[in-house]
């Protein structure tokens, strides 16, 4: 039969104002029995069972209230009942966790931490410790801000054996801490994590990122285990200045990984750099450096200084493949010069022979060039460099490295081949100083008692220079065609014959001997029958800047014979006497001095060189130039430069238009025509070097470039910012 709800409750009240409470009790069972969400009925039971002293029936009334209430999201007046429990039992761990939560949730984080902390205390003490746990890790996610209490929840984690979740909460730990700019606490995380998973890779990382950051590189040192963790804290600790640390970071690194070609290149480099080629040669060898040629460069180096067969092999091998790094290989063979002179040799003339191959004479004799500015003296590489310059037609260059040769083989005491060279030069140049010299030196070397005697005697034109300068083959023409031997040859008695017979001018006082020098009248050279003409193969050949000397010699006769028909033997006697001879020198009592002498040779060769013609051309290209007539002004120039005299300023000034044009290889040209004839001053000279190392580089030749760069700082430290080209022009080519 249903319950009458109504008369129940009458019933029940009836009952308690009797004072019959066991009665009341009774009758609200029925009622809450009848009506289970009837919640003032419950709770009205439950305080009846509070007064009937009966608190665990209380309790167990206001717990199923609360649940009803918080399931139905009431969550303040479960809350109201469970403090109302645990005022009955304070001990009450389910109302205790269930007030928590309310609390939690409700943002009462102070209350929620007070009821955990409850219960963390009750089971601590009957021994629960995954219960304690379990709480603490509860209290780790109240506040995402309580980074104390989260390092608390990931411990308590690692206690019930929850490492992978205690790991994963460090990590993210450290990464907040880090954004938010507490280091210290992010490595202490990190630490905590890399203690529960040593070999965890990611943590170690983070650790190192952390510490790195953080400054702290000691503490770092200690996190690292992988090659390339290494590498960052190498590269850390050479930020900081601390380059012994880097390298060992670095050395520790490459034992990790044998197989990193370019840390090892690296390594190389350094130890190379600071001189301990034994450690270098740990880090790189031909194997190791396998097909890329900037570490088989290095390779080779390496075994060059200690094994120079295998570095050459190496060497060659590199040149094989790719015969445009001859520059690369250039640079290598300077590098060495001054520690491995003789080696260093063999390693530039590779790269020159290369060049030679590829027709490139000026990058070849530029090549050699370096180096004998680097080795001074070296006669195989002075020698070499002179056929290069003879085979590739450069003049200029030529003469230089003859007079170097000759230098050489006077440092070496080598008499008979100094002395060749010197006739050459002398006979060339008369009036050059150090050609004189070098001629005296070589006389000395040979044992010549009175070597300024010969000079003055040589000079004098009794006994003329002896020169195989091709220029001078124009100063002797050959027979016309149709011409024998015997009609070329000047006739006995004729005024051609007797054109050394002239007595020798006496230089007694200008040959710079301590007294007067009265040497014999030498006699007239001994009348030669004609011989049939040698049949010498020249490479030569005579361009419109050959100078036509032959009207010193006296013109031909009227029958048209030709006085020189000797002139294809392959040394020409060049009688200096009638230059000397067309000087005023005032008569036998005049005594001039041997600078007088020497200038007015040097303009007698001026105006036999240029003429008034290369002046006019000269002049009128200056003219168009500042009319804007470009054009017309580069062919004036043209002509102009067709005189040694004339063409450096010539032959500069067109460079300089096509450079201004952008027509590189032709303005490189022309500089090098400038560059291949003396010039004016030292600071034109240098001036020219200077533009045409800027062109050479902004056509991408920065071997060249740094070639002459280096020779410009070497006479000129301070010439404009060439110190810091030499260092640009470095770095460019040793990134290859």
């Known amino acids: 039969m249903p319950l009458d709800r109504v008369a129940a409750l009458r019933n029940a009240e009836k009952l308690l104002r009797q004072g019959k409470v066991d009665p009341a009790i009774a009758e609200y069972l029925r009622i809450v029995e009848d009506s289970p969400r009837d919640l003032n009925s419950t709770n009205t039971l439950g305080d009846l069972y509070v007064r009937a002293g009966q608190t665990d029936k209380a309790v167990e009334q206001y717990l199923r209230i609360a649940s009803i209430l918080h399931d139905d999201g009431f969550l303040p007046k479960a809350g109201a ?14 109302a205790l966790v269930q007030a928590a939560e309310i609390a939690a949730t409700q943002g009462l984080l102070a209350d929620a931490r007070v009821y955990f902390k409850t219960v963390a205390d009750r089971r601590r003490v009957r021994g629960d410790a995954r219960g304690v746990a379990q709480v603490m890790i509860r209290l780790g996610t109240l506040d995402p801000a309580d980074f104390q209490a989260r390092m608390g929840a990931a411990a308590a984690r690692v206690d019930i054996g929850e490492l992978s979740e205690a790991v994963a909460d460090l990590k993210t730990i450290a990464a907040e801490l880090v954004e938010a700019g507490r280091q210290p606490e992010a490595v202490e995380a990190l630490r905590q994590a890399a203690l529960i998973r040593p070999d965890d890779e990611e943590i170690r990382e983070r650790l190192l990122e952390v510490y790195i950051s953080a400054g702290d590189l000691d503490r770092a040192r200690e996190c690292v285990a992988t090659s390339r963790q290494f590498k960052s804290l190498a590269a850390a600790f050479d930020a900081g200045g601390r380059t ?22 690296h390594l190389a480099r350094t130890f190379v750099a600071s001189g301990n080629m034994e450690a270098a040669s740990e880090y790189l060898t031909a194997e190791m450096a396998g097909s890329d040629p900037r570490l088989q460069l290095m390779a080779a180096e390496l075994a060059l200084r200690g094994h120079a067969d ?29 520690e491995l002179p003789d080696v260093a040799f063999k390693v530039v003339e590779l790269a020159a022979e290369t060049a030679v191959v590829q027709t490139d004479w000026a990058s070849a004799a530029a090549t050699l060039q370096e180096y004998v500015t680097l080795v001074p003296h070296h006669i195989p590489a002075l020698m070499r460099l002179v056929e290069i310059c003879v085979d590739g037609g450069l003049e200029a260059t030529m003469y230089e490295s003859q007079a170097q040769l000759a230098d050489a083989y006077i440092a070496a005491n080598m008499g008979p081949e100094a002395r060749f060279i010197a006739e050459d030069l002398v006979a060339r140049e008369p009036w050059e100083r150090a050609n004189i010299e070098r001629f005296r030196r070589s006389l000395v070397i040979l044992g010549e008692a009175d070597p ?17 300068d091709v220029i001078t083959r124009a100063v002797f023409p050959s027979p016309d065609a149709g011409s024998s031997p015997a009609d070329a040859s000047p006739a006995a008695g004729s005024e051609e014959a007797g054109i050394f017979d002239d007595d020798p001018l006496d230089l007694s006082s200008l040959t710079g001997l301590d007294g ?26 005579l361009g419109p800047d050959t100078i036509d000397m032959s009207h010193l010699f006296g013109d031909t006769d009227a029958s048209g014979a030709n006085p020189t028909a000797h002139a294809e033997q392959e040394s020409v006697e060049v009688d200096l006497s009638i230059v000397l001879g067309d000087m005023e020198l005032g008569g036998a009592e005049a005594q001039p001095d041997l600078d007088g002498v020497f200038e007015q040779l040097r303009g007698e060769a001026s105006k036999l060189a240029g003429g008034d013609g290369a002046d006019e051309h000269l002049r009128r290209g200056m003219s168009l130039r500042q009319a804007g007539k470009i054009d017309e002004s580069v062919q004036a120039f043209e002509m102009a430069a067709r ?4 063409r450096f300023q010539a032959a500069t000034l067109i460079g300089r238009t096509h450079r201004g044009r952008g027509r590189l290889p032709e303005a490189i040209e022309w500089f090098e025509r400038a560059a291949q004839v003396p010039a004016p001053s030292k600071d034109e000279g240098h001036m020219l070097m200077y533009e045409l190392a800027d062109v050479l580089e902004s056509s991408g030749e920065v071997t060249r470039a740094l070639a002459l760069c280096i020779e410009l700082q070497a006479n000129a430290p301070e010439f404009r910012d060439v110190a810091a080209r030499v260092d640009r022009l470095n770095k460019v080519q040793a990134q290859g």
């Open 81 to 94: 009942l469970y403090k109302k429990i645990l005022k009955l039992k304070p001990d009450h761990e389910p």
């Open 244 to 265: 012994g640390d880097a390298l060992e970071m670095l050395r520790e690194a490459a034992r990790l990984d044998p197989e990193d070609a370019e840390l090892r290149g």
């Open 310 to 338: 295998d570095g050459m092999a190496l060497v060659r091998g590199v040149l094989e493949k790719d015969p445009a790094r001859r520059d690369a290989i250039a640079a290598l063979g300077w590098k060495l010069a001054a």
């Open 452 to 468: 300024d005697g010969v000079i003055a005697e040589r000079l004098s034109g009794s006994t003329p220079f002896m020169s195989t």
């Open 516 to 541: 007067p020098m009265q040497p014999a009248a030498a006699p007239a050279p001994a009348r030669r029958e004609p011989e049939p003409p040698l049949q010498v193969e020249t490479h030569f050949d």
């Open 643 to 646: 005189s040694p005299h004339h």
